[in-house]
T-cell receptor, first 112, second 112 residues
Framework: NAGVTQTPKFQVLKTGQSMTLQCAQD?????MSWYRQDPGMGLRLIHY???????DQGEVPNGYNVSRSTTEDFPLRLLSAAPSQTSVYFC???????????FGQGTRLTVV | GESVGLHLPTLSVQEGDNSIINCAYS??????FIWYKQESGKGPQFIID?????DKRQGQRVTVLLNKTVKHLSLQIAATQPGDSAVYFC???????????FGTGTRLQVTL
């Protein structure tokens, strides 16, 4: 049972480049979410989805897009990377928004 | 997870002692609280949760206490082991805000 799988684990981008962070879960969870983790700021919610075809903004959505075409996958897109997006990104899934969340291993992104 | 650490409060305990990690939450309407453990280079891992209609919940070697009067949450770890060394986050969920808000974390260091 793989749980939540994120790829890549590490990425360096140049300012203005675009990329997609992949997230997949095999637990048939309806709720999925993306967080970023910065020093001294805990985890902040970027976007979330309560089911296939439904997404919504979290606390810090600017500069990021998401889609949820299947229950399993919830990719996060950076359209034009900025140095302020240098962070560690975590994808999580849970049965519903109140239930225990399972996190992926994280993607460490550096934008230069 | 290594990016969280520069400004974290740190609790140092000796192996075998009990640990108490504290958390102050902000929203009096929060009705669900969770503790997560994050080891170096990994995503957060669920430890224990508690609903607002309870003031204490016990798991294996862990106890969570909730004091709604002063909006305080604590995690007690009995007989702390080297494997308990990690960053611990509390998170609060508010049904009205429909989001999970994470605290900034506390680093637990277990000395031999």
């Amino acid at each position: 049972n793989a749980g939540v799988t994120q790829t890549p684990k590490f990425q360096v981008l140049k300012t203005g480049q675009s990329m997609t962070l992949q997230c997949a879960q095999d637990m048939n969870h309806e709720y999925m979410s993306w967080y970023r983790q910065d020093p001294g700021m805990g985890l902040r919610l970027i976007h979330y989805s309560v089911g296939a075809g439904i997404t919504d903004q979290g606390e810090v959505p600017n500069g990021y897009n998401v889609s949820r075409s299947t229950t399993e996958d919830f990719p996060l897109r950076l359209l034009s990377a900025a140095p302020s997006q240098t962070s560690v990104y975590f994808c999580a899934s849970s049965r519903d928004r109140r239930a225990e969340a399972f996190f992926g291993q994280g993607t460490r992104l550096t934008v230069v | 997870g290594e990016s969280v650490g520069l400004h974290l409060p740190t609790l140092s305990v000796q192996e075998g002692d009990n640990s108490i990690i504290n958390c102050a939450y902000s929203n009096s309407a929060s009705d669900y609280f969770i503790w997560y453990k994050q080891e170096s280079g990994k995503g957060p891992q669920f430890i224990i949760d508690i609903r607002s209609n309870m003031d204490k919940r016990q798991g294996q070697r862990v106890t969570v206490l909730l004091n709604k009067t002063v909006k305080h949450l604590s995690l007690q770890i009995a007989a702390t082991q080297p494997g308990d060394s990690a960053v611990y986050f509390c998170a609060e969920y508010s049904g009205t805000a429909s989001k999970l808000t994470f605290g900034t974390g506390t680093r637990l260091q277990v000395t031999l």
